[in-house]
């Protein structure tokens, strides 16, 4: 998509009317999903409508491939299911094409799903009436673009004052809250260049900063650094970890970079061809890879930074209660491999006081060299060891 086209549809995320009173509602409880999709589809092309989705068998027995020879159709989004909760960092991750995109924008419903339910804190958005709908973009979900979206002949405070001006905030108070989130983004004593004279990691600070300046309680970013040099994008990914961290904002997070996945997700949802292959922290996703194709993709990964001593430990014996150095359950391998080598010894993991299990070299290296992927000795279905000497 354009830029040009991208501030079209940034705009369009908040714009239209003048009626920006409608009541903020229903925000989601500590434990309450503030999205919640299920069997979720979005099918391309004409025959779409006859489809009997989301349960029609048929169709989903069908591969992409054959789908679009029988129908001419493609279905971008397969029958997708899952909840984003408050504070969560939610990143969709898949190769080009997967249908990362078409995920994104059917949220706010920039692009109409063809079928399935779909909740923003617990209010049903597929039968939200243009207004309420509009109210959805300009103020409860913004999007940060992976072109960053900017107006051209703006200045950069104006740019990201515009969410708010479109909401009808009077002008000394957007001009106020624009140079809050500049500041917020690190461009202090920018604020009056044109997106032009910005290098492409400030633009996209720009971008930050507008999404931020309306308050959103969602914000959705499709692949936003992947325009931007490695370093840049480093710079990047520890201010949205930084901004996450201070405010605790609801993120959904396209990219189709592992590592960037990594460092961003809580949760990752993994998709192929339109559906989601594995949903799972990191660490689960490295550790229990659900099929070849999620093996094949996580293969790299250095697995001591992702994976934590709960799923490395093994069984203590009594005799090694109360010795050795302490680990929380949550360390990384990478971490446990220097208190290892360090002391000289294994190491306990303890959890609320108890002994829980015992890290040693050869438990850490089996994690290195990838021997740990499936049950191991004493460990269950679920990665958890069946059963510990609770010392
Ligand atoms: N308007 C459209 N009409 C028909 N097919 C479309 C349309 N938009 C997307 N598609 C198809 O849907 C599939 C998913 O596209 P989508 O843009 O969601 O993928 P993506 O994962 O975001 O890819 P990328 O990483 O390249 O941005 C692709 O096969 C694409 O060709
Ligand atoms: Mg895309």
């Known amino acids: 998509m354009s830029e040009t086209a991208e501030a079209t549809e940034s705009a369009a995320n908040a714009a239209n009317d003048e009626s920006n009173d409608a009541p903020r509602t229903n925000e989601a409880s500590a434990d ?26 048929q169709v989903k027995g069908l591969s992409q491939t054959e789908l679009r020879e029988k129908t001419g159709c493609t279905a971008a989004v397969r029958d997708v299911s899952f909840d ?7 990143v969709v991750m898949g190769l080009s094409g997967s249908g990362k995109s078409t995920l994104v924008r059917c949220l706010t419903r920039l692009i109409e799903p063809t079928a399935g339910s779909l909740d923003f804190n617990g209010q049903d958005v597929l039968s939200m009436d243009k207004d309420t709908l ?6 409860r979900a913004s999007m940060v673009f992976q072109n960053f979206g900017l107006l051209p002949h703006r200045t950069v405070l104006d740019n990201v004052a515009y969410g708010l001006e479109i909401q009808g ?20 004593g920018l604020g009056e260049r044109r997106p032009g004279q910005l290098s492409g990691g400030q633009q996209q600070r720009v ?12 914000l959705l970013f499709d692949e936003p650094f992947s325009a931007l040099d490695p370093l840049i994008r480093r710079d990047m990914q520890e201010e949205v970890i930084r901004l996450h961290r201070e405010e605790g904002r609801t993120m959904v997070f396209i990219t189709h970079d592992l590592s960037e996945a990594l460092r961003l997700g809580d949760r990752i949802a993994l998709m192929r061809d339109g559906e989601v292959v594995q949903l ?18 996580v293969r790299d990964v250095p697995r001591e930074q992702v994976i934590s001593v709960r799923r490395a430990m093994r069984k203590a014996e009594k005799t090694e209660a109360g010795k050795g150095t302490e680990l929380a359950p949550d360390t ?9 080598a360090r002391s000289g010894e294994s190491a306990r993991v303890v959890e609320n006081g108890r002994t829980i299990g015992v890290v040693d070299d050869a438990r850490l290296l089996s994690v290195v060299a990838g021997l740990d992927e499936d049950a191991v000795e004493g460990r269950g279905e679920d990665g958890e060891p069946k059963e510990v000497a609770a010392v």
Not at 207 to 218: K, M, S, T, Y
């Open 32 to 57: 309450s999903p503030v999205i919640s999709i299920r069997n979720l589809w979005k099918v391309f092309g004409p025959k779409s409508a006859r489809m009997r989705l989301p349960h029609d068998e």
């Open 84 to 90: 984003v909760h408050k504070s969560e960092v939610f």
């Open 134 to 139: 509009r109210e959805l973009r300009r103020h």
């Open 169 to 188: 905030v009077g002008k000394a108070e957007r001009r106020e809250r624009a140079a809050e989130m500049v500041t917020k983004v690190g461009l202090d």
């Open 207 to 218: 971008g930050l900063a507008r999404a931020l300046a309306v308050d959103p309680e969602v």
């Open 280 to 297: 799972g922290t990191p660490e689960e996703i490295v550790a229990n890879p659900a099929d070849d194709y999620v093996r094949d993709f």
């Open 332 to 340: 990384l391998v990478a971490d446990a491999i220097e208190a290892v």
